[in-house]
């Protein structure tokens, strides 16, 4: 039997961050994962946008937290994660979505939110070519940014092991005991461990982890395909997110699309299905390249002769209001969620790597208070995500 401090589930977007801020505060833990290396689940699939663009305090401030962390890493810490400050944005083709957009722009404002109202030739300077017909304007939040999620999940996860954090891979977890309020055992295929607290960051399996101890955490992953081009020559700004869903017969069962240029000059993008795969099937599909590729081309026809290197699917683990669900359990106190990112656990890890460590230290500050609300575990679920 070893003992830590925190025993933390799930060496991923979440799970290695949180480690990287416990042992930077001289916590004794352990990461258990059933991969073979970090960042094997869902973290490798993300694109690598990162906004604070959202529609609840609770995600802006963490995810504020979060770019402070990804632009400032470089020159703290010297290791290049690929961080560029590109921005986002939300073209408004339609006058609902630019009422909705400038509404919701008023809220983020009141959130500290660096966020504007371009009108359709400012937005063009910013991304010359974009098809203007019908365009109404575009929200632009400057600060928001991309990072590699490879680079940056290595970057911490060494990072943390300089700090003393300690990894256990390719072990699975079988069985949890709560044997009281000082002590939580863990069994792994492997071996068995004890610590004080554990967190529950299994992603996907978020809801199979809290079965091993009786509870039923309201996550289901469903299912999101992107792609990443060859690197060409920068040739626009932002992260260019077109809410509309697709009128278009070819491509009726699309939402949303987005995409941006990282800092190696490729075009990532993303799509997501109107009716969405529920499951954590991870094959690709014949059906996401044509109909991503049209909506693109039309909205922004420079893409027009991109070679798409590659497409890949991963998960998003849901929750049925489009937000996390971090903190505490009311059963068992020193079983901490931090679950149900909803696809965005890549922008919120390292913001919500910090939370997790006041959370364990017991050392909260009002605005922790204040976001934890928005993540409780015990709420209604009656809210919607404006930006899932």
Known sequence: MKNFDVIIIGAGSIGVPAAL??????????????????????N??????????????????????????????????????????NGYSFPAYT???????????????????????????????????????????????????????LLAINAFYFKSIEYGAQYKFKEKVHAISIINNQEIKVKTNKGEYSAQKVI????????NTGKLI????????DSHEGAITEPVQRFFGPM??????????????????????????????????????????????????PQVAKRMVDLFPKLANLKVRRTWRGQYPMTPDGFPIVGETKE??????????????????????????????????EDDLDALKHFDLYRDFSSTEQFK
Not at 114 to 139: A, H, Q
Not at 255 to 275: D, R
């Open 200 to 207: 529950n960051a299994a992603g996907n399996y978020a809801r």
């Open 240 to 289: 260019i997110v077109d809410l509309r869903p697709s009128q278009d017969p070819e491509t009726e069962d699309s939402a949303n699309f987005y995409f941006y240029q990282n800092n190696e000059g490729q075009v990532i993008f993303c799509l997501t299905p109107k009716h969405l795969i529920k499951g954590t099937a991870s094959e690709a599909t014949s059906v996401f390249l």
């Open 332 to 365: 068992f106190p020193n079983f901490i969620n931090a679950i149900g990112m909803c696809g965005q656990g890549y922008m919120l890890g390292p913001g919500l790597g910090e939370l997790l460590s006041r959370i364990v230290t017991c050392d909260l500050t």
């Open 44 to 85: 490798k699939k993300a694109i690598g946008g990162i906004r604070a663009t959202h529609s609840d305090k609770g995600k802006i401030s963490t995810c504020q937290k979060s770019i402070d962390i990804f632009s400032t890493w470089k020159h703290i810490h010297g290791d290049d994660i690929g961080w560029i400050q």
């Open 95 to 149: 006058d609902k979505d630019a009422h909705k957009l400038k509404k919701l722009m008023k809220i983020q404002k009141s959130f500290n939110l660096d966020i504007n109202w371009l009108t359709p030739e400012e937005y063009l300077k910013i991304v010359p070519g974009i098809n203007t017909k019908g365009l109404r304007g575009s929200t632009y939040s400057p600060e928001d940014g991309s990072a590699s999620p």
């Open 21 to 42: 801020s416990l042992a930077e505060n001289k916590i004794k833990v352990l990461v258990i994962d059933a991969l073979a290396s970090p960042g094997q689940g869902q």
């Open 214 to 221: 009786g509870l039923d955490f309201p996550v289901q992953p």
